[in-house]
């Protein structure tokens, strides 16, 4: 790609974003006003289900290939982006219970399905399978846009192994794609809202809850400056959607055992034809406080169809609502910070339109937290189109980059930065008592350099500037012994908020280490100082000091230790 | 990066006695770091990778950033506008419109009719920033000559309703090309070169778009037909409403204003048949100096003589072997006819000689009998004289014409032994009743 706009026989690069996921996959796009959108594909769907089915040696894609879980199971293919560049041992072939069953093929998995109009079944690939559904995906995206789709930036799980990565790009190529990049899932995700136009740059923590359909993944990522480092992850493999539909397959299940004394989940038909329309339930749930179940010849020619409201769902599945929560909790601690330190949940993909998650995360994280969900948050993004908007996003800014101008910057020469490890900051008086106020978070990558105006006192004349590191307490306050146990299910009114914050908390910081002080002479009431402070990579720091409007500066430098 | 942050908290004053060199203390040093891995996503991760890989810091990198950018904008200005202003067209007076040339005010001359609704805006953002009459105010110049500044202001209005525009581009003399003259084109090349600039500017009136190109010499047969039927049958938005004359808006003279305006349409049409007529001529002249046109017409016909040529000659050699064959056919069956003939003859010859020699072997046997006087001793009897004779007929009768000469040779043999005759005849008698030819008592005297 060396001569990418020289010669006029090599074709122009032209970038999407794709979101591949296990149970869907979303492709997305930078429209010309420089806005994030996702493509819908020729059915109409934006969320274009992760599964190819084939029959009579026809190929089937999306929804229409879901729907063929129920009929022709043995030939559907679905949950496979899992399997991509592992071996047999490795995987858990759980998901794939009800579809085309993983088998071994040499050194990676692959299915057996009669792909072609010949009865005997052919051996396909995890690979092949993954080109297949990018190469339908490309196809969607290239009707859609009119012009050929050549490259793309895809997310990945924050776990993909390099050899799954690999596979992927492999895979991509196959399907005539370009991989500019390979990003993960949640950095996709905080960027999507940090593309957005009115959005600024700040330093936050983010927690990223991205509760997927088979899998939910959790990261807290630090954003500094516009840069992000992922702190920590925690994965579950066997918490999503999947999980909350099988609470709604369940009730169906036992209501359905009660009038007609069988269990449809014994049939294979019966317990997909449930799976299939429990997911469809459950999604309406998120949406309205009631919603509908009817299934045709459910089991036994027997036709059969229900309500269920959200109250009761919630009530079935505060177990699972207790392990997102749980998860969220588990990562906080291990990137060693206090929920009080996170900024922002983001919360993505389709299982966080469930409105209860996202109340009980409102719920555990302070009042200042931002949880970007759609029931918390009107202005929040669509969980489920989140990466896909990130990575189109990363696509428009890398389409122009040379093949090795975008390795370049992605080698760990580049990528691996030491990061403060204590935030920088600045002394200020409230009232009597001398406080701090930090400038450069911790987790900020280096070299960094920050700006910020500070007050001068109201009757102006000299001023300290102290530069310090700083250390966060949290202050526990406890009004009130402990209260009451928690309530039993039966209470329909299931409120939460008071009974179980009892004590408060807050965030307090504390000089730890002061590191310079500088003097500023002479300035006017009701003026202001600004200070400028850059912290080299080997920890040297520069600061700078001067009066808003003044002309000369107080100027010092700290020599690096390393 | 660089944004700056106002944060609403006080800082402490200096306490007394505070001082430091330069007003700077050092107190401490930072924790170590912590090694990390960033994620390589994100416009602030690209320009943090900018500036490490080349090795900039924030402020540097920031300068030639901006550099960058800076000399992007001058790049356009430059290719915008570059074009000085004439000072004639300084002083034009903008109720005079009609007469002014518009891109030339805007600087847009060597666009014309090319130049994109954008590069107007631009244009006329340009050129307002440089003669708006408050401008020249301030840069001291007070008689207030904002003559220029009108007719940039009517030029972009104009340019920028498309109608208008149109009605102006079909007017335009600046993007007019002179069709060439005859003595102009001196050689082939010239050809190709004044007309193609020629039907390259008029295709711009064309509702037809692409326009098919005149092409060089080595222009296919097809591609040069096409383009002058293209030209023939030209679809052209090409307007003169332009030149109307002005028509008096005041309510008085209505009848006036009607008359204006019939004689506006009536010139307008004249005007267009008169374009079409002026272009049709045009084709044809170039038509007829096209040096690929009449290559074409030479190859035609020759490649037509070539092929009557051929199919003459095919006729005559198809005649003459039409003619070979029938005279091979005649001499054929003359040779037949006479062969056949001296056949017959031959057959007829030996029939003739085989009855002689029937008709001699018949006297032999005749003669005989009669040597041996009928087989009596002395006189024969009548009798016997008439068995003896009728048995011989009955033989000869009965015999054929081979054994009629064997038994001929063996009877001259015989001679006038009496008794060998006899035998002779008995056998043969013998012989022929053996055959089933006679019946047995038949033959009454040879038993």
């Known amino acids: ?562 | 990066m660089a944004s700056v942050k106002a944060v609403n908290v006080q800082l402490p004053s200096l306490p007394s006695g505070w001082s430091a060199d330069k007003d700077f203390k050092p107190v401490g040093t930072l924790s170590p770091a912590i090694k990390r891995n960033l994620e390589p996503v994100g416009p602030h991760f690209l320009a943090h990778a900018r500036r490490k890989r080349h090795n900039r810091t924030f402020s540097e990198d920031e300068r030639i950033e901006a550099q960058q950018n800076v000399k992007k904008t001058e790049a356009e200005d430059d290719n915008e506008i570059s074009e000085d202003e004439d000072p004639v067209m300084m002083t034009r007076e903008a109720k005079d419109w009609k007469g002014q040339d518009h891109y030339a005010v805007l600087g847009l001359s060597k666009y014309r009719w090319r130049a994109t609704p954008e590069q107007i805006r631009r244009a006329h953002r340009k050129k307002v920033l440089r003669h708006h009459p408050d401008k020249k105010a301030a840069m001291g110049q007070t008689d207030e000559d904002d003559r220029f500044f009108k007719c940039i202001q009517k030029a972009t209005e104009l340019l920028l309703d498309p109608v208008r525009r149109r009605q102006f581009d079909s007017v335009d003399e600046g993007a007019e090309v002179e069709p060439p003259s005859k003595s102009q084109i001196k050689k082939p090349s010239h050809f190709y070169k004044l007309w193609g600039a020629f039907f390259e500017a008029e295709a711009r009136f064309s509702n037809k778009q692409p326009v098919p190109k005149l092409g060089d010499d080595n222009t296919p047969e097809a591609e040069v037909r096409a383009f002058y039927d293209f030209w023939y049958n030209f679809d052209s938005w090409r307007t003169f409403e332009y030149l109307n004359e002005d028509v008096p808006d005041d309510g008085e003279s209505r009848d006036q204003k009607r008359h204006i305006e019939k004689k506006n349409a009536n010139a307008c049409r004249k005007r267009k048949t008169e374009d079409i007529v002026r272009l049709r001529s045009l084709i044809d002249q170039a038509a007829e100096q096209d040096e690929r046109i009449k290559r074409f017409k030479q190859q035609a016909r020759a490649g037509k003589d070539a092929k009557r040529k051929a199919k003459e000659e095919e006729a005559k050699r198809l005649q003459e072997e039409k003619e070979r064959k029938k005279a091979e056919a005649e001499k054929a069956a003359k040779e037949a006819e006479e062969a056949a003939k001296a056949e017959r003859e031959k057959n007829k010859k030996a029939k003739e000689a085989a009855k002689n020699a029937a008709k001699k072997n018949k006297r032999v046997l005749k003669s005989s009998v009669k040597d041996v006087n009928y087989f009596a001793d002395g006189e024969a009897s009548a009798a016997q004289v008439d068995s003896v004779l009728g048995d011989v007929e009955l033989i000869q009768s009965k015999i054929d014409v081979d054994e009629l000469a064997a038994l001929a040779e063996r009877l001259t043999l015989a001679g006038k032994d009496s008794n060998a005759v006899k035998t002779a005849y008995t056998e043969e008698a013998k012989r022929l009743a053996g055959a089933g030819k006679i019946k047995e008592g038949d033959a009454k005297f040879f038993v």
């Open chain 1, 1 to 562: 790609m060396g001569d990418a706009n020289g010669a006029s026989t090599e074709v122009e690069r032209f970038a999407i974003g794709i979101s591949f996921g296990n149970s869907s996959s979303s492709i997305a796009r930078i429209s010309p006003e420089g806005k994030a959108e996702v493509i819908a594909n020729e059915e109409g769907d934006r969320q274009i289900p992760s599964v190819l089915s084939y029959i009579d040696g026809e190929e089937y894609h999306g929804t229409q290939a879901k729907a063929q879980l129920i009929r022709n199971s043995s030939n559907t293919i679905a949950y496979f982006r899992d399997y991509l560049g592992k071996d047999i041992k490795s995987i858990d072939p759980t998901p794939c219970h009800q579809s085309a069953h993983p088998q071994q093929s040499g050194s990676t998995v692959a299915f057996s399905v009669r792909d072609s109009a010949s009865e005997t079944p052919s051996t396909v690939t995890v690979s092949e399978v993954t080109t297949r559904h990018l190469r339908r995906l490309k196809q969607s995206a290239t009707d859609f846009l009119g012009k050929e789709v050549n490259a793309a930036v895809i997310t990945v799980p924050t776990d993909f192994t390099d050899a799954q990565r690999e596979a992927l790009t492999a895979a991509a190529k196959e399907a005539g794609l370009e991989v500019l990049q390979l990003i993960s899932e949640p950095v996709a995700a905080v960027m999507a809202y940090d593309a957005r136009p009115e959005a600024t740059v700040t330093d936050k923590l983010v927690v990223v809850a991205d509760l997927g359909g088979t899998r939910s993944d959790v990261a807290v990522i630090a954003s500094r400056g516009g840069m992000y480092t992922v702190l920590a992850t925690a994965h579950d493999y066997e918490l999503g959607g999947a999980s909350l539909d099988q609470i709604i397959i369940d009730h169906f299940a036992k209501e359905f055992i009660k009038k007609h004394k069988t269990d449809p989940r014994e049939d294979a038909r019966g317990l997909a034809k449930l799976k299939l329309e429990g997911e469809a339930t459950r999604k309406a749930l998120s949406l309205g406080t009631n919603a509908q179940l009817s299934i045709e010849s459910l089991v036994d020619g027997i036709d059969y169809g229900s309500t269920i409201n959200r109250t009761r769902f919630e009530l079935l599945s505060g177990k699972v609502f207790s392990q997102f929560t749980g998860l969220i909790e588990q990562v906080v601690k291990k990137a060693e910070l206090d929920l009080l330190d996170i900024d922002e949940v983001i919360f993505s993909g389709g299982a966080s339109h469930t409105p209860k998650i996202a109340q009980l995360a409102r719920n555990l994280f302070s009042e200042k937290t931002t949880i970007l969900a759609p029931s918390t948050e009107v202005t929040s993004i669509n969980p489920s189109e989140l990466s896909a908007r990130g990575a189109a996003f990363q696509a428009s800014l890398v389409q122009e980059f040379d093949a090795e101008d975008v390795e370049q910057s992605i080698h760990p020469m580049v990528t691996v930065t030491p990061h403060l490890s204590k935030p920088i900051g600045v002394e200020f008086s409230s009232g009597t008592d001398t406080n701090f106020q930090p400038l450069l978070g911790a987790q900020t990558a280096l070299p960094a350099r920050r700006i910020a105006q500070y007050l001068a006192p109201k009757e102006g004349g000299d001023v300290l500037v102290r530069i310090a590191e700083g250390v966060r307490e949290i202050k526990v306050t406890k009004p009130e012994p402990k209260a009451k146990e928690e309530k039993d299910e039966e209470d329909s009114d299931f409120d939460d908020s008071d009974d179980e914050e009892e004590e408060t908390r807050e965030v307090i910081w504390k000089v730890e280490n002061p590191v310079a002080e500088l003097a500023v002479k002479g300035v006017k009431p009701g003026g202001k100082v600004e200070v400028m402070v850059h912290v080299n990579p080997d920890l040297g720091l520069q600061i700078a000091v001067r009066e808003v409007g003044g002309q000369t500066a107080v100027r010092g430098a700290i020599n690096g230790s390393a």
